[in-house]
Antibody, heavy 113, light 111 residues
Framework: QVRLVESGGGVVQPGTSLTLSCAAS????????IHWVRQAPGKGLEWVAI????????FYADSVKGRFTLSRDISKNTLYLHMKILRNEDSAVYYC??????WGQGTLVTVSS | NFMLTQPRSVSGSPGKTVDISCTRS????????VQWYQQRPGGAPTLVIY?????PSGVPDRFSGSIDSSSNSASLTISRLETEDEADYYC???????????FGGGTKLTV
């Protein structure tokens, strides 16, 4: 059974860093690309980033380019979203999702002074 | 990248049919597959249509998808409306980098 579990969210101050995790089970993170999507409170879905399954390609939304990076640990079957220079507007629930329509439950990031 | 435009809200009565449109701003709607997600309050999005008109297993056949090249738009049709269909619906396609996703702004369905 395919499952994605996000973790690592919390309350942080502007300008600081945070790393989110997306633990996968039921499939290998090397077999399919995994996206990050965020949703600010009361707003719509915003695509954030994707790491291709073979790590040959990674793409980022313009709003996070240069501040967010992706990595993965195959031994843990986990994908990471490293976020730095966080801004108030980065506050959102962050989801990881596969092209096959599997989504995690999300983790909340609040950037506030 | 292009934009996907959805109506902010639609409504329908139980047992009736509603259509939710998703218009692509530039480039052909047929160029990249369109997916549709349902999101109930407090929950994560769930896939209801993929590859324009395919239904994942477990999604009722009351949900159907289509594309219309003349209006450069995709549509989600929900027939025989049920109160449990009340949710936000998002269309999604693929951007210029092929792998990146583009979402519509979402449509609130009231039943």
């Amino acid at each position: 059974q395919v499952r994605l579990v996000e973790s690592g969210g919390g309350v942080v101050q502007p300008g600081t860093s945070l790393t989110l995790s997306c633990a996968a089970s039921g499939f290998s993170v090397t077999s399919i690309g995994i996206h990050w999507v965020r949703q600010a409170p009361g707003k719509g879905l915003e695509w954030v980033a994707i790491l291709a399954s073979d790590e040959s390609s990674e793409f980022y939304a313009d709003s996070v380019k240069g501040r967010f990076t992706l990595s993965r640990d195959i031994s843990k079957n986990t994908l990471y979203l490293h976020m730095k220079i966080l801004r108030n507007e980065d506050s959102a629930v962050y989801y990881c999702a596969t092209i096959g329509g599997h989504w995690g439950q999300g983790t909340l990031v609040t950037v506030s002074s | 990248n292009f934009m996907l435009t959805q109506p902010r809200s639609v409504s329908g009565s139980p047992g009736k049919t509603v259509d939710i449109s998703c218009t692509r701003s530039s480039g052909s709607i047929a160029r990249n597959y369109v997916q549709w997600y349902q999101q109930r309050p407090g929950g994560a999005p769930t896939l209801v249509i993929y590859e324009d008109n395919q239904r994942p297993s477990g999604v009722p056949d009351r949900f159907s998808g289509s594309i219309d090249s003349s209006s450069n738009s995709a549509s989600l049709t929900i027939s025989r409306l049920e109160t449990e269909d009340e949710a936000d619906y998002y269309c999604q396609s693929y951007g210029s980098d092929t792998l990146n996703w583009v979402f519509g702004g979402g449509t609130k369905l009231t039943v």
